[in-house]
């Protein structure tokens, strides 16, 4: 028996949908301002991720820093902390609702509650011209949640992976911060998956993942807004064409460098306040 359709299913169908979170309101991004200290930009560090592992960084706040592909398509996941409470961290949820599934330049990462603020902003992306594909793919999603143990285990009747992107940026976050694995997972959160190439089926409205556009040279760039904790995994999932949660897929290096502008170069630019609800909740 098929299942009851009323007779304006059509109708009801029909009606136009309306952008939830029109960005228009959102304080903007000063991008001229960071446009231009970023043409004054001096190398201050740089951390290499080794493939299927990850590794912390710091971003002092008006730093900007920079993920870049150095020796094959590879994919990262990303996880920021305010560096001095961990406990404000990258709400991927509210960043997709804000600027849609993928972003790019121009689009702020923003913290979870009660802080929510921007904590990032990319200033510039060389997989920009990437678009959105005859899949309906894009780059750099908000997503996917990152690979990790649980959900192989699930799939894979109980398959015991430790090089998901959840694994090692639990360990990373655990050498950092001197805890255990334990405490150090409870800060692990959902990602922004750097370089990935992801959509929905248009039929079944399925996450897809795809080849990564990536090529070595390639590069992802970020404003810190706030003192900045990182933590970037190079997924065992390689470039992504295939599958993840397993020593399969080629995978490479990727390399996070960090930045100062010259002096003055910010004029006239504080970092953002916290969030202006007060936080009574009507109590
Ligand atoms: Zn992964």
Redo the contacts with the bound molecule.
Sequence with gaps: MSPFVPPDAEARRAVRPVICYPVETLPPAPMQLYGAARETLERIGEVVVPPRDARCFTVPAGHFFRIRSIEGPQ?G?LNLWNANDLSERFYSGKTRALHGSHLTTGDRMWSSFPHLRPMATITHDTLGWYGRDAYGGAVHDVIGT???PYTHALLSGGGQYHH???S?LTRALAGETHRTAVEAERDVHDVL?VFMCTGFTQDTGQYFMKASPVRPGDFIEFFAEIDLLGAL?A???GD?SSE??SDVARCFPLLVEIFKPAKGALDGWTSPERNAYRGGHGM
Aim: a negative charge; one cysteine or more; aromatic letters at 0%.
């Design positions: 994919v996941d990152r690979c990790d998901c992107c959840h090692n998956n995994s997924c065992p999932g992504c993840h949660s």
